[in-house]
């Protein structure tokens, strides 16, 4: 079992700042779960599967020039880690975007199987 620590928490940030889907992928399990903040359930849009993910996150990189999640605090509880950020992204067309988000995710043997986000929803 792979203990949780922030470095270990944080290097998939990095992944994910590097806006490298394949570094980021190496971080999920084959049988991972996204739920996206927004949806029609209660839980939002959930993508089952790397591949799924995989989609999900590649399709963002692909659509900014890029995106940046600053981690703002981090707490660890047993095979979770409880994550807070400033997402900021600058689209194609030059225009920008920020928000705040939380992460709730859920190891496995070194590998997120639940990635669980919720944002503010800015409206203006």
């Known amino acids: 079992m792979t203990t949780l620590t ?22 999920f399990a084959d049988d991972a779960t996204f ?32 995106v940046y999640w600053e981690t703002l605090d981090c707490a660890i509880a047993g095979n979770k880690a409880y994550c807070e950020y400033r997402r900021t992204a600058t689209h194609k067309d030059g225009s920008k975007e920020e928000f705040l988000s939380v992460d709730i995710l859920t190891y ?17």
Do not use: C, W
């Open 35 to 66: 739920d996206h903040a927004v949806g029609p359930e209660p839980h939002g849009l959930r993508f089952e599967g790397a591949e799924a993910i995989r989609e999900v996150f590649g399709g963002l990189f692909e659509k900014v020039e890029n």
């Open 6 to 27: 922030r470095d270990f928490v944080d290097s998939v940030g990095d992944a994910f700042n590097a806006n490298d889907i394949d570094t980021v992928m190496k971080h």
């Open 108 to 124: 496995r043997d070194g590998l997120i199987v639940h990635k669980d986000t919720y944002y503010k929803q800015r409206t203006g």
